[in-house]
């Protein structure tokens, strides 16, 4: 990469660098403006500071980059601190990191290192501009979280930042909600129940799905096109309505068991909830594993054959080693909808199978608690540590099929 950065030409200083960090700085300016009550003037200073800003680093050539970003970002870290305390210096770090990395960036002329010579000024436009709008839906995506991870911090016992927050004083933190989430039975039951359905739930969604995915992957099979869809139908079908024809099947089915079996009610109650969501998640087991079985090498399976292995055999120490990336994969997005899940189990179960989700959902129905914004804390980092998981199997499974390099 650095050689081809060698050969680009740097864009001229006054007529291309400083005009677009200008209008980088007029953005943060206008931010900056708003909350001190004065935007038509924040607008026109960050413009000015942006463009002294790529002039300055423009200037200094010694210096490495990163010395230079860190050094932009302490100056508006100062300045910060002097207008808006501990606050200020976190937007002045923020602010300053930005503006002087992508200053660098386009006077550089980095920004042409990741497109092909003979492209056009549009095209180059269009790849960068591509790249922060990816960005911008990702930042929209994760930026509702941040607010609520945030207020779970909160000291008191409502859902505004207080004072003491903002100004990321000791006294306006606590873990309070926290120790009421985990010593509380009116969340330790649903959290109880969540970790007693969703693994079960699981186990059976991994089971019957993988087994689909197999059975679809033959070319022989008729009707695959028509019965994947089927399957994969849950994940395609608004939830309600999904939910609404389950409660009219697994209803009569409970009174069933209750009548001829003789089972306990609560019994049955989960036995409704962990069918309903293994329902729900085999259709992510089915894509993740078809996915995994498309590079599979079926001449594996048949030469496992000639050597005498029988079909169970072969499926375990031959076929379910490759694809076992997919599966995991599969298995850890079941479980993330099984535990997730809340309109299911309104509508399939009762109050003995109350899960996390659901209580949840009653608490900002009934009680406006903060104690809630802990647990969506807690179901936020594990999702976060299984997706983490899930995008390492991936990469694992593509080393394994020599799509990737080692």
């Known amino acids: 990469m650095s050689e081809i950065i060698a050969y680009i030409q740097r864009p001229n200083l006054y007529t291309f660098t400083m005009p677009v960090v200008a209008v980088l700085g007029a953005v943060f300016g206008f931010i900056t403006g708003n909350i001190y009550g004065a935007p038509a003037i924040g607008l026109p200073i960050g413009a000015l500071i942006g463009a002294a800003l790529a002039a300055v680093l423009a200037q200094i050539i010694s210096i490495k980059p990163w010395k230079k970003i860190w050094g932009a970002a302490a100056v508006f870290a100062a300045v910060g601190a002097i207008f808006g305390g501990f606050a200020g210096i976190v937007g002045g770090l923020v602010v300053g990191v930005s ?38 839906v990702f930042f929209f995506l994760i930026a509702p979280l941040v607010p ?3 207020l779970s911090f909160n000291a008191e016992d409502f859902f505004t930042f207080t004072p003491e927050m903002l100004a990321f004083k000791a006294e306006g933190y606590s873990l309070k909600h926290y120790y009421d989430f985990l010593g509380s039975d009116e969340w330790m039951v649903p959290l109880k129940n969540s970790l007693i359905i969703a693994p079960i739930a699981t186990i059976i969604s991994v089971s019957l799905g993988t087994l689909a995915a197999i059975g679809l992957s033959q070319s022989h099979v008729p009707g695959r096109q028509a019965i994947m869809a089927i399957l994969i139908s849950p994940m395609i079908v608004p939830l309600i309505i999904s939910a609404t ?3 009219f099947f697994y209803a009569p089915l409970g009174n069933w068991l209750q009548a001829s079996l003789g089972l306990n009610q609560a019994f049955v109650g989960y036995i409704k909830v962990i069918l309903a ?5 085999i259709p992510f087991v089915i894509i993740t594993v078809t996915a995994t079985l498309v590079g599979f090498d079926r001449s594996l399976t048949r030469a496992a054959a000639n050597m005498g292995a029988d079909p169970v055999t072969t499926f375990f120490r031959v076929q379910m080693p490759l694809i076992l990336p997919g599966v995991i994969s599969g298995g850890l997005f079941a479980f993330i909808t099984s535990f997730d899940e809340v309109v299911v189990v309104l509508f399939v179960g009762s109050a003995r199978q109350q899960t996390l989700p659901w209580q949840m959902f009653t608490g900002l129905r009934e009680q406006i608690s903060p104690t809630i914004l802990a647990a969506a804390t807690i179901l936020v980092t594990v999702s976060i540590l299984l997706l983490t998981t899930v995008e390492l199997l991936r990469r694992r499974s593509e080393r394994l099929r020599g799509l990737s390099p080692g």
């Open 277 to 281: 969501h293994a329902v729900l998640g």
């Open 245 to 247: 024809g389950m409660f």
């Open 99 to 136: 503006m002087s990395w992508f200053a660098i960036w386009i006077g550089s002329g980095k920004y042409r290192a990741g497109v092909p010579n003979y492209y056009t000024p549009a095209q180059v436009l269009w790849h960068n501009s591509f790249l922060f709008i990816c960005a911008l």
């Open 148 to 150: 609520v991870v945030w």
